[in-house]
Structures are given as C-alpha cells and as structure tokens.
C-alpha cells in the first residue's frame, strides 16, 4: 500500500499523461473521435477557408445617409452656372469648393456598445448519441484556466463555442439587439465568420446547447466591429495551437469585450 506521500506524484503524473493525451486528440481526429475531443462544432471540418466574407457587416454595424449636398461657391462656381466657365475653371479657385460629382452615402454608427456577452457552448455532435457525454468543462479544469485568472473555453476542449452579445443601438439606449457570434461553422452558414440575430439564450445544463457564464460588456460598437474584421476571411482550424478555432475566437471576445482575461502566454 503506498503511503499519501507516495501516490501523490503517481496521481500528478497520470494527470500530465491525460492532458497529453487530450491535446494530441485535438490535432489527430482518429483519437479525436475515439475521445470526442476535438475542437470544432457541427457541421466544421477539421481545416476551412471562409467560402465568402461575411458581407453584411456593415449593415449591421452602420446605417447610409445622404451626405449633405454643398452648392459650389465663389466668382468660379457664379461663372459656372451662367455657362460662361466650367466648374474645373482656374478662375477664383481660392474662393471657389468644387461639387461633388454624386451624392455618395455616410456611414453613421448604428452599434453604439456592447452592453452583455454570454458564451455559449454545443456538444461535439459528430458523435451522434454520445455527444452529450464528450467532455467540455474537463479541459478547462485539466488547463487550470480558473486558477490562472482566465475566463472562456481551453483551446482544445471538444464541441464548439460561440457567443450571443446584447449590443445597444444608437440614439436609443433602451434598443438593444443580440447577435449569435459564430466561427468555424463555415459549412453550415456559408463563411467561417457569422452574427445572425438571436432572441433566445441556451439553458445552462448539461446536454445540448448551454450558456456557460456572462459578463458586462466593455467594448463599443467600432471596436467590436474592428475585432470582426480582423477575423474575418481567415482560414478556421481545428488544432489548438494554430489561434484559429471557434475556443480561440471565444477567448479573444471576452478579453476585448469583458473585463475578464481570455487568454495568457501559456495558451497554446
């Protein structure tokens, strides 16, 4: 029988053999699907290029409106209108502003700030029935991420992370709006970058879709919008240390969005 001294380091030593083992499956998809431990969600592969951009972005981000119309002025704009100069005449052209060849479109910010975000978390369903049971919180833990001030999903944990922000619309601080944030999805929406309008939040529970925790949003609308867009377009992968799968983009809106820390140095 070994004394409590002894089997200590034993225990310690099967711990690191179990990361090991978890982190490799998140870069082998056989031991992946053996385990259910892989980084990405329904209907992902394991390595996809947005199929388009998202596209839309600014139409949820900012509204168009006519840019105000400045009649030209001066003795070279006087001329113009009578017939007797054309509008790019040299004459008085330190007096004269020249006219804008269209009414072009102003962007005015329609997303004013981020006022909550929830991350949300789906089994790895690949698994068929047995997508309930493969582990999601486990990897957190095995990471220590609590003990180490971090919040948000390991990298290399299985099933897939999203967020759903409530953001407050301009001009109106009791509108708000929620958006699911998805990345990696890229088969099933079409891009790998997604944010699709969602009234509902998951349950936390334990099978299916749940809702892991929450936090005041920090982040205004244009920095949310820039985080978007450094995002979008790239390539969605699977492993962990490549900063590219759905755990990683998780991590990095709560760290920019939230008060809290998404990730460290010691992240893969």
């Not at 005449?89 to 004269?96: C, M």
């Not at 759905?246 to 010691?266: P, S």
Request: proline share 7%.
């Amino acid at each position: 029988r070994l004394s409590a001294s002894a089997a200590r380091p034993r225990t310690l030593s099967l711990a690191r053999v179990l990361v090991r083992v978890l982190r490799t499956a998140g870069e082998r998809r056989d031991v992946a699907l053996l385990l259910g431990v892989v980084p990405m969600g329904s209907k992902s592969s394991k390595s996809s290029a947005s199929h388009l951009p998202h596209g839309k972005l600014d139409d949820i981000f900012f509204t168009g409106q006519p840019r105000e119309h400045v009649p030209p002025q001066g003795l070279g704009a006087l001329l113009a209108r009578l017939g007797l100069a054309s509008p790019a005449s040299s004459l008085d052209t330190s007096l004269s502003v020249p006219e804008p060849l269209a009414l072009e479109p102003e962007q005015a910010q329609r997303i004013k700030r981020v006022a909550r975000v929830h991350w949300c978390s789906s089994p790895f369903d690949e698994l068929g029935a047995f997508a309930d049971l493969s582990p999601r919180s486990l990897p957190r833990r095995l990471a220590r991420r609590e003990s180490r001030g971090l919040s948000g999903p390991a990298t290399w944990e299985a099933g897939h992370s999203y967020a759903l922000v409530d953001v407050e619309i301009a001009g109106d601080p009791a509108l708000q709006e929620r958006y699911r944030l998805n990345w990696g999805q890229g088969t099933r929406y079409g891009t790998n970058l997604s944010m699709i309008p969602q009234k509902d939040l998951p349950l936390k529970r334990f099978k299916g879709d749940r809702l892991e925790k929450d936090w005041p949003g920090t982040c205004t609308g244009d920095e949310l919008y820039s985080l978007l867009k450094r995002w979008d377009g790239r390539v969605y992968d699977s492993a962990p240390h490549n900063n590219s799968n759905c755990h990683h983009f998780m991590q990095e809106l709560i760290h920019q969005c939230t008060d809290e820390r998404g990730h460290d140095r010691q992240d893969p």
